[in-house]
């Protein structure tokens, strides 16, 4: 495989969207997202956060009536959207007003997440797919990017090859993938690989080992989820948010340990770090 091109510093700087002085809360999106459960409410609180920084005008949260409380505690600005999963095939649902969708921090990878999937994947909005929501599946009727964004266990859990043989060649697996699928594959870890479908693939310059904590990638969806809505270009959307996420780590280790980040963290250095690009 020819090498491989990093997402730089300028590439962020070139795409990053200024924001409309004549915009209104409409016209920057809205987004839904589909996370936390009764055991796993801090992921959708998370990714909320992040999602709200990242450029949207709106967010509605679909999650358990217990999550509910911890998010809008956390994150005042969201609205929710009370068992969903229950309602998921009703005929009354309308997603038309939703920009884009990520669904799966805090969930289970069960029949109900995946019924949810099933059900939008046709609605032809751009859907971030993390955690719960990642299980061995086809994307065929979908009729709008999706983007898949797994760490080494959740791509072998989704490919049904091993992490030993995955690890042999990353960028080479999520390429591949990417292209049997028809999805884009973000795969996490040390040096993400961004794969798209049509074979485009890049490696993530930033980030580093304070990332190594629970949450972090539940921000790193609210993050995508945010940036689908105020980019024009969706893959530019993607890329930024990977390079901004590792970004903000990186700010955090220029003065702070390594040891000690918290993936909130990530959200609270979101406004300066983005700022530098802007
Ligand atoms: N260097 C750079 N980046 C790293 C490193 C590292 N050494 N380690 C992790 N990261 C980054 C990844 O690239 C990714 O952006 O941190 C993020 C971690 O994301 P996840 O692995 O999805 O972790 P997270 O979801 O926050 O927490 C673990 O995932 O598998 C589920 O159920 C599991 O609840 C658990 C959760
Ligand atoms: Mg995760």
Known sequence: MKEIPRWSEKDVTRTLPHRNQEG???????????AGSAGMPGAAVLATYAAMRSGLGKLTVATS??????ISSFVPEATFETDLLDRINDSQLDFNQYSAVAVGPGLLPDYKTEAAIDRLLPEGKPMVLDAGALS?????SAAAPVILTPHMGEFSRITGVSVEELQKGQ????????????????????GTVIAFPDGETFINPTGNSSL????????????????????????HAVLNAVHIHGACADEWIRTRSPHSLLAHDLTELLPVVMNSFE
């Open 136 to 140: 061995p599946r086809s994307y065929d």
């Open 65 to 70: 009536s217990e999550s509910i409380v911890a």
């Open 171 to 190: 960028a080479a697996y999520a390429a591949d993938w990417a292209n049997r699928l028809g999805v884009t594959i973000v795969l996490k870890g040390p």
């Open 212 to 235: 190594a904590k629970g949450g972090t990638g539940d921000t790193l969806t609210g993050m995508i989820l945010g940036m689908l809505c105020c980019h024009d270009n969706w893959r």
């Open 24 to 34: 209104h809360k409409g016209s920057f999106g809205t987004a839904l997202l589909i």
